[in-house]
């Protein structure tokens, strides 16, 4: 089926997004994905395989990782893959003109699935499990907050933070990559590839819902208009950035 053109380019992305620019990790990471979503075979792949693809991939990155030796490199390859996976169900749904909102809460499940498993490869290379909790903690507030958010009328994902999905897939990769090339610990500091990239995504995790939360009281409508959800109900909303879009 031809694409809408709407998904095409980081254009067709902001505008799915609130007009907002992405940046840095997130406009690389789009422009992959997009690429990617426009050749034939993947374009013909269907979005919610492709969402549930990743969150497999990203699961068997966990026990490989856990492995030792020079396994971490493989589990480095297979979370990159899981991250590339998980942009191209919403881009190949926008591109072939299937999105609908079904695919939405599909995407999302996944999302937050795969969230949870980065930070299960992360602990399974060695970073304190009480860090991993405490990232788990921050990633789905942030998620949490910006689904809220969009329900009660903020338009697109409110801000492009820098934690966002592509961030998190790069600090566990840069985990795994270290762990199976330099074993005995990230240099210069005495700690393990694990520790050091753990306390890297706490950090940027709570600058980027610092991030969120600004953008949030920002956006948000003061008062709830008709055909968006009310106190304790949920609404319609979008996939965050890095992700695929409106739904599927």
Known sequence: MPGTGRGDGLRGWAELHGDLTPGGPARGWIRLVQGLASTGPVSRVPPDVLSLAGVLVAAGAWPVAAAGGRCPLLAAALVVLAGILDGLDGAVALRT????????????????????????????????????????????????VRARAQSVGMPGVGAVTVAERPTRVIVVAVAALGAGTFPAGAPWTGWGWAAVCALLWAALAAVGLTQLVVAVARTVPPHFGSGRGGPGHGGPGHGGPGGDGPGR
Request: charged share 10%; with cysteine; hydrophobic share 60%.
């Open 97 to 144: 003109g299937t999105a609908r909102p079904l695919g939405a809460v599909v995407d999302a499940a996944a999302d937050r699935v795969g969230d949870l498993l980065l930070v299960g490869v992360l602990g399974a290379l060695g970073a304190p499990l009480p860090l991993c909790a405490g990232i788990a903690a921050l990633v789905m507030l942030h998620e949490y």
